[in-house]
């Protein structure tokens, strides 16, 4: 196949496009570094000021475009300035995607868009789907907006599927900032606090399989093992060889955090993939601390 990914050098782009390259051609948009690979071409992209005359002629005729873009929502305090760059560079992006979607001579058969389950309700232990309630949030308010940008493309006769991803457990990420909390002798969790993660490699692998497959709609990118952050913190306890954890409490986060504190490290959210187990797909790392050993203990 030929695929185009949007946002194809962070942290879920490096993995996924890693694996696409093995046995398609590849090009990656991107604002940064434009070094071209094997089975991979790197275009230089900005939404805000691109050509999209020139990018749509270059993607015509390619088979799927799966879009990552988006600024990182745990860079900073979450400002007035600082949420309306998250929810401007998603939205952006989005739009310019789907307007080079339109203009393509040859258009793609799908379009996969990334988003996230903070678009359903939270602190809940009720168990989520991809047909659960939403929530009023800043979160689920940018999730809602940023796949109804994508769902446009169906206008185009594109099929739109929706990527809405839990924690992501891989080598860097919140992973390494986690453990760096633990080797430092903290925690931060609720009590009862459940967290819903996916392995990276597994989010690759069901990225690919909802492309190869053609399918369509909201699928929660979570693993079928949601756990509460409690244990979680726990079993990184064990492996670093912590004996005891000093527990940081909510109203210290939310001083030094703001918002952005209280919903990253403190919301509780009991998400499950539905969709994709109802699709066939099977998850390969379901086991927390087994994917948390192989990527602290290995290279990988």
């Known amino acids: 196949m030929k695929i185009v990914v949007a946002g194809g050098t962070g942290f879920i782009g490096k993995r996924l496009v890693s694996d696409l390259s093995i046995e398609n051609q590849v090009i990656v948009l991107t604002r940064g570094e434009t070094k071209d690979d094997k089975n991979v071409k790197y275009i230089k992209w900005d939404p805000y000021k691109q050509d999209t005359d020139f990018l749509a002629n270059t ?6 475009v799966i879009n990552l873009t988006g600024e990182s929502i745990a860079n900073k305090r979450w400002s007035k300035k600082e949420k309306d760059l998250i929810l401007k560079s998603r939205i952006m992006s989005t739009r310019d995607i789907v307007e080079l979607i339109g203009k393509a001579k040859e258009r793609p058969k799908i379009l996969v868009n990334s988003s996230a389950i903070g678009y359903y309700k939270k602190n809940t232990n ?41 924690i992501v457990i891989g080598k860097g990420g919140i992973l390494e900032r986690l453990d760096k909390l633990v080797r430092y002798g903290f925690s931060a969790y609720n009590k009862d606090q459940w967290l819903s993660w996916i392995d990276l490699q597994d989010l690759s692998d069901l990225i ?47 001083l030094l955090l703001g918002e952005m504190g209280q919903l990253l ?36």
């Open 265 to 300: 490290l403190f919301s509780s959210q009991k998400a499950i993939p539905k969709k994709a187990i109802d699709s066939g797909f099977s998850f390969t790392n379901t086991d927390l601390k087994a994917t948390l050993l192989k990527y602290l203990k290995t290279d990988n």
């Open 208 to 254: 690919r399989f909802i492309v190869y497959r053609n399918l369509n709609g909201p699928f929660n990118a979570v693993s079928p093992n949601p756990v509460q952050m409690k244990d979680l913190f726990s079993m990184l306890a064990e492996i670093e060889n912590k004996r005891r954890l000093m527990r940081i409490p909510s109203f210290a986060v939310n």
């Open 126 to 166: 009720e168990v989520l789907d991809e047909n659960s309630g939403i929530s009023t949030d800043f979160l689920s308010k940018t999730c809602i907006m940023w796949e109804n940008e994508a769902m446009k493309a169906a206008k185009f006769g594109v099929s739109v599927s929706i990527i809405r991803t839990g």
């Open 59 to 64: 993607i015509s005729g390619y088979d799927a």
